[in-house]
């Protein structure tokens, strides 16, 4: 059989622990979570002094072989089911294997769905005025140590499944508008074959026809663009009434989300103009840069080139020029 949680928050102890023993004897596993959540009836103050009675409950020659008193309150529900089964029997002993008690969600559990018995709800049970006690509290004021621990990972825990839900929640809305979009194409254009088939037909038994959907589409086209007209004509009026009356008297959180968009365009503004001056500023830097190189390499000559290289260099060209002639006088 399906294993079934049962989340116990808001849960009658008693009633709960009835319901859950008689489906256990029937076959059926049971995780019970979050037992720390369910109630007992009456007020804390009274529930109290009958647990500090109990606590008294012991065997007299031997006081560590008899009444085992349960400071968790997973562990005060399992007592309380095993009180309603048969538990010394093969029977009641194999029931009492199907069944599971946790304090909080265990990770293993957090991803699966979670039941509730409405026979064991206190909104169901109990009148509104009657007062009520949560186990976690009664718990920790006898002896249980670990409701700090628990309610820190029931807050990271639903603070993940929050944020789980509003993705989930996003993504089926997203798929919905796909599913309708795809849906709507495809009609339109089932739609619009059956209708150009009709047409064939109908041009087909009478020729006329196709003179009268001419006439129609033209009809069509001509209120489409009075309606147009009328649009633009009213929008037209709307705003010389509105030149006329002057600005708008802004509300206060109007005037706030103005002021928050003129700031954030003037930041812009000023981030943009300081990009502008960079840019200016590195193109000026780089001219000047290529002035000097430009300079320097004027002055020394050739780059790379060894000084005794340099000096012999204008002595070879000048040998390689022809000699001028020589004029003699007569």
């Keep these: 059989m399906k294993t079934i949680v049962v989340d116990c928050k808001g849960h009658l102890k008693g009633r709960l622990a009835s319901v859950v023993a008689k489906q256990l004897l029937k076959g059926q596993h049971i995780v019970l979570v979050r037992c720390e959540e369910a109630n007992v009836s009456g007020s804390f103050f009274r529930n109290k002094i009958l647990f500090m ?84 509290d009664l718990a920790s004021q006898v002896g249980w140590k670990y409701a700090g621990i628990i309610s820190k990972l029931e807050k990271e825990r639903l603070a993940k499944s929050k944020a789980y839900y509003y993705r989930k929640q996003k993504a089926i809305k997203m798929h919905a508008i796909q ?4 849906r ?33 589409k033209a009809k069509r086209q001509a209120e489409k663009a009075a309606k147009k007209a009328r649009k633009a004509y009213r929008k037209k009026i709307l705003e010389k009434v509105a030149a006329k009356k002057g600005p708008k008297k802004l509300s206060k959180k109007e005037q706030k989300r103005a002021e928050r968009k003129a700031k954030k365009a003037a930041k812009e503004a000023k981030k943009k103009d300081a990009k502008k001056d960079a840019k200016k500023d590195q193109k000026k830097v780089q001219k000047k840069v290529e002035k000097k190189v430009e300079k320097k390499g004027a002055k020394k000559g050739p780059k790379n080139v060894p000084k005794k290289v340099a000096k012999k260099a204008p002595k070879a060209v000048a040998a390689s020029k022809p000699a001028p002639k020589k004029t003699v006088k007569a």
């Design 184 to 216: 709507r194409k495809g009609m339109n254009k089932v739609r619009d074959a059956l209708i150009q088939i009709k047409k064939a037909e109908m041009i087909k038994k009478d020729p006329e026809a196709a003179k009268r959907f001419a006439e129609k």
């Design 179 to 182: 599913l309708r979009k795809y």
């Design 53 to 136: 009675q109990y606590l008294h409950k012991t065997m007299r020659h031997n006081p560590a072989r008899g009444h085992v008193h349960y400071r968790a309150p997973s562990m005060m529900i399992y007592k309380a089911v095993r009180g309603m089964l048969p538990h010394k029997s093969t029977r009641g002993q194999e029931a009492l294997k199907r069944l599971k008690v946790f304090d909080g969600v265990p990770p293993k559990y957090q991803k699966v769905k979670r039941m509730v018995i409405p026979d064991a709800l206190r909104v169901l049970n109990l009148k509104a005025e009657s007062k009520y006690t949560r186990l976690g």
